[in-house]
């Protein structure tokens, strides 16, 4: 069984420029996790998508937003990208039976901004 | 809110050594606890998964250990090699209302295994 994908696995993009992320579960997973690493930071939870609706977020601005689709992929948008942005985005499936089923994580997507 | 918390930051240790990697939470409330790898600029893999009832899970040379009620799990990595060199997280599912099932996680242990 294929793991998690994103693409792409690395962005380079200047403040005030906006981008998206895409995110492929496992096959027959339903939810979406997205995360954020940084130096500063550590991994911060940003919000997880189930059957195409928002079920849990973090406390991360409004400029960080995602969305999932029918066919459970997802994908994550930050717009006015500012150089805190810059970080490792990693994003987790799992069933989503239960909100703590067990999730499986991608190899994330660097994204740097300049 | 969850804190997690690892100790220590960074570990270099010989080839052969066993060692301790230890995580603290400060809400007992959790579903379960997880121990993750990461290799540098990559993604994150699963190592153990302990479930809040359980007391320890062992894979290989890892034994992963829970103590809810003081919140503390340690991970235990015998015999290290150079190939283990990573770091180490450590991962709290919630098991709190508005929170349920989000993941919380340390900052990590930097692990490296020489020669």
């Known amino acids: 069984k294929a793991g998690v994908t994103q693409t792409p696995r690395y962005l380079i993009k200047t403040r005030g420029q906006q981008v998206t992320l895409s995110c492929s579960p496992i096959?027959?997973?339903?939810?979406v996790s997205w995360y954020q690493q940084t130096p500063g930071q550590g991994l911060q939870f940003l919000f997880e998508?189930?059957?195409?609706?928002?079920?849990n977020k973090g406390n991360f601005p409004g400029r960080f937003s995602g969305r999932q689709f029918s066919n459970s992929r997802s994908e994550m948008n930050v717009s006015t990208l500012e150089l805190g942005d810059s970080a490792l985005y990693l994003c987790?499936?799992?069933?989503?039976?239960?909100?703590?089923?067990?999730?499986?994580f991608g190899p994330g997507t660097r994204l740097t901004v300049l | 809110k969850q804190e997690v918390t690892q100790i220590p930051a960074a570990l270099s240790v010989p080839e052969g050594e066993n060692l301790v990697l230890n995580c603290s939470f400060t809400?007992?409330?959790?579903?379960?606890l997880q121990w993750f790898r990461q290799d540098p600029g990559k993604g994150l893999t699963s190592l153990l998964l302990?479930?809040?009832?359980?007391r320890e899970q062992t894979s290989g040379r890892l034994n992963a250990s829970l103590d809810k009620s003081s919140g503390r799990s340690t991970l235990y990595i015998a015999a290290s090699q150079p190939g283990d060199s990573a770091t180490y997280l450590c991962?709290?599912?919630?098991?709190?209302?508005?929170?349920?099932?989000?993941?919380?996680f340390g900052r990590g242990t930097q692990l490296t295994v020489w020669p």
């Open positions: 987790a499936s799992s069933s989503g039976t239960t909100l703590t089923d067990t999730q499986y």
């Open positions: 096959s027959g997973h339903r939810s």
């Open positions: 998508y189930f059957s195409e609706t928002q079920r």
């Open positions: 809400d007992s409330a959790i579903y379960n």
């Open positions: 302990i479930q809040s009832s359980q």
């Open positions: 991962a709290v599912s919630s098991d709190r209302g508005s929170t349920l099932g989000r993941l919380y």
